[in-house]
Nanobody, 119 residues
Framework: QVQLVESGGGLAQAGGSLRLSCAASRSIFSINAMGWYRQAPGKQRELVATITSGSVTNVADSVKGRFTISTDTVRNMVFLQMNSLKPEDTAVYYC?????????????WGQGTQVTVSS
């Protein structure tokens, strides 16, 4: 089991920045990958960025060059630095942890944090 607690959402103006944080309940070295997903009203949840335990990152084209994912392995946290925000970035952002053992991957989710970007 992995509990995830997000923080850092809020309101920003277009062109501004926000930093999301996610604290995991256990060492992120024991988690195969962590990431951020988002869901806008009326839309499906989509991948924003992921980072593996080997620090390999994957960033969605829609945020590439603007968003950066990183981890703090001492505090077992993952961050999403969001710069040059656009109104279309408005969504609920969810932290995700993926644990792969013998069977299908186990996905754990945080409660979500709202990000609203005004034009």
């Amino acid at each position: 089991q992995v509990q995830l607690v997000e923080s850092g959402g809020g309101l920003a103006q277009a062109g501004g920045s926000l930093r999301l944080s996610c604290a995991a309940s256990r060492s992120i070295f024991s988690i195969n990958a962590m990431g951020w997903y988002r869901q806008a009203p009326g839309k499906q949840r989509e991948l924003v960025a992921t980072i593996t335990s080997g620090s390999v990152t994957n960033v969605a084209d829609s945020v590439k060059g603007r968003f950066t994912i990183s981890t703090d392995t001492v505090r077992n946290m993952v961050f999403l630095q969001m710069n040059s925000l656009k109104p279309e970035d408005t969504a609920v952002y969810y932290c995700n942890a993926k644990v792969v053992r013998l069977g299908p991957p186990e996905n754990y989710w945080g409660q979500g944090t709202q990000v609203t970007v005004s034009s």
